[in-house]
């Protein structure tokens, strides 16, 4: 046995069931391992591609995302993906193959500083310099994603390392760092409160039923981050929905008049809080995100078993307020958000992933989210081309029937990998809103910089010749009757649907 059949034994236990990857000369002893293993490899066309899918496979389930590149030229091509999953504090594996260490610092073919490279883009960016240290930083990598998860983690291994049968494995024991010395501070503030309210973030998706049962016990409102969204189900009165740059009414007039926010693992970006309020408790077990005047670094449990709370009498006051977000448009032929409206109305219960672009924007206002991971994007970084490998990530994770909303410029940045949605027969629906534009950038180019748009129309393939070149069906619509009849059908994936849709300006945050 050496050490890439050692690793790949460690991954199958820790239960890592599917990785995403492309083999390479580097990385091939750990391919070699996995194709005598019982882990499920899916093939992607493009690096990139991998580690979106990798992303999304985490987003949609909470199951650790896994993928794995050779050197420098697949090395590279990660960055975007994992800079993606860093901003978004997803917790990924990532795994480099690279040259013998005797060509480190060289010109040597295919050498690069990928360590040096990925650390800025990761938690942790690992080099083992023997087997022994490979397993280590393995075993000590999936403990930190399942239990500290604040995004990637690579490690870089050489492939004389991979080859080694001089190793000794370790079983390890770990404590999480914490620091809960604010604990009483906040709940002498949590105890003056006659109007707290909750906001969720990403972070506190585990302790989703925990928080539910408080809040409608207590009557504590709550109010989600965009990737929060659904962790108590947003058709329910407690949820107002959405703060910060897309604030729905109720939670808008809930932030502004609280007397006590309590953020459970959020990130607290602009997008989220455009000053710190001075009555802020945030928990977070990032400590490098942590902000304002309660600050508490630790798990979203740990902070709800040490703290009580008191009922309040304030949710009646804001429930009175209308907390419809006025979507201009969504009944008309054909806008971009009229198409969006069919869409999520047809498949509401569905995993709906979104690329980046205006599309985005008229995805998240509508989509409402019965539980996590209903609704895939990326938020800080935002990327074109997130959109396809993260459907493909998510329908892997959770074997569900996945919506892709994706402009026909996004789309275009990994179109690629309608090959791998053929070749494992994925059920994902691609809807592709094509305006022959970038949307997005022509209205920042006219709102804001008082120019024509310049080099943003777009001169677009035929998207359904473009599936049947990859042997899966396609079917474009013009019109909104069009779009309503061919969602009344029982549609299947792998499919891709062009949808004609007009040029639209989208409601910019203010």
Known sequence: MNVSDKFVEILAEEGISDVFGIPGEQIMPLYKALSTSDINHILTRHEQAAAHAADGYYRSTGKIGVCIATASPGALNFTMAVATAYKDNVPILVITGDNELKYRGSD???????????????????????????????????????????????????????????????????????????????????????????????????????????????????????????????????????????????????????????????????????????????????KDVLIGDYPIHGKVEDFLLNVNFKKVDWLDEILDIDNETAVEGIHDDLKPQAAIFEILNKFEDNIVVSDAGSHTTWTTLLKKSKKPGQLLFSGGLAPMGYGLPAAIGAYVASDEKIILITGDGGFQMNPQELATLKEYDLNVIVFILNNSEFGIIRQWQESFYDMNPYQIKLQNPDFVKLAASYAIDGVRVDNLDDLKLLLQKNLTGPLVVEVIVESEDVPLPK
């Open 108 to 286: 040597y073919f295919q050498t690069t500083p990928q360590v040096e490279i990925f650390k800025n883009i990761t938690q942790d960016s690992y080099n083992p310099l023997n087997g022994t240290e490979a397993l280590y930083v393995l075993r000590a990598s999936l403990f930190a994603l399942k239990n500290n998860p604040k995004g990637p983690i690579h490690i870089n291994l050489s492939k004389d390392v991979l080859l080694s049968t001089e190793f000794e494995d370790f079983e390890l024991c770990y404590l999480c760092e914490d620091d809960l010395s604010n604990i009483s501070k906040a709940q002498e503030l949590i105890d003056k409160s006659q109007k707290p309210l909750f906001i969720l973030g990403a972070g506190a998706i585990s302790q989703g039923q925990n928080i539910k049962g408080i809040a409608q016990k207590y009557n504590i409102p709550v109010t989600t981050t965009f990737h929060g969204k659904g962790i108590i189900s947003e058709y329910e009165d407690i949820n107002l929905g959405m703060i910060g740059a897309r604030s729905t009414p109720r939670s808008k007039y809930a932030f502004e008049n609280a007397d006590c926010i309590i953020a459970l693992g959020i990130k607290a970006s602009e997008r989220t809080f455009s000053e710190i309020p001075d009555n802020l408790i945030h928990v977070n077990i990032n």
